[in-house]
């Protein structure tokens, strides 16, 4: 059986909340809190299958010591964010009644600007457990039919 080593815990969540809605049997999933703990994680699973999930800029760590790695671009939230669309975005912020603080960061003059995908990293980023929390929510929104790429091939490929 393989195992698959990812960067982060909503790395993690999404995968497990894709592949519950396609009815696919994850693997073990190794969070090795940022791509520099690959090596040691790797080292630690000798004899075993290592599927990796990574952000684009944090590949080389991961492609160093693994040999099937699945590359976001540029990382989880954005690959689902462009999967959905911004309006749809949107609707799961709003649904969670936090819109208007989207918004609110919007106008900070540090966010005027810049773009709005540019502007959902940061809200996904900037309070303590919205990363894990939106990884989960967008993950159960994204259309089937829409997965991003490499979490429908690391999916497709643990099975």
């Given at each position: ?90 609707s799961v912020i709003a649904a969670n009644g936090e819109l208007e603080s989207f918004r609110r960061l919007q106008n900070q003059p540090a966010q005027r600007g810049r773009p709005i995908e540019a502007q959902l990293a940061r809200f996904f980023g900037g309070r303590s457990g919205n ?29």
């Amino acid at each position: 059986m393989a195992v698959v080593v990812v960067e982060g815990e909503s790395d993690r969540i999404a995968l497990e909340v894709l592949a519950a809605r396609l009815d696919v049997r994850l693997p073990p999933v190794a969070v090795v809190g940022g791509a520099h703990g690959a090596r040691r994680a790797v080292a630690e699973l000798r004899g075993e299958a290592v599927l990796g999930l990574v952000d684009v800029k944090e590949r080389a760590q991961f492609e160093s010591v693994i040999t099937r790695v699945f590359v976001c671009d540029p990382d989880l939230e954005g690959e689902l964010v462009r999967a959905l669309g911004i309006p749809a975005v949107e609707s799961v912020i709003a649904a969670n009644g936090e819109l208007e603080s989207f918004r609110r960061l919007q106008n900070q003059p540090a966010q005027r600007g810049r773009p709005i995908e540019a502007q959902l990293a940061r809200f996904f980023g900037g309070r303590s457990g919205n990363k894990r929390r939106y990884a989960a929510l967008l993950a159960a929104a994204v259309p089937l039919d829409r997965i991003p790429g490499p979490l429908a091939a690391l999916l497709a490929a643990s099975a």
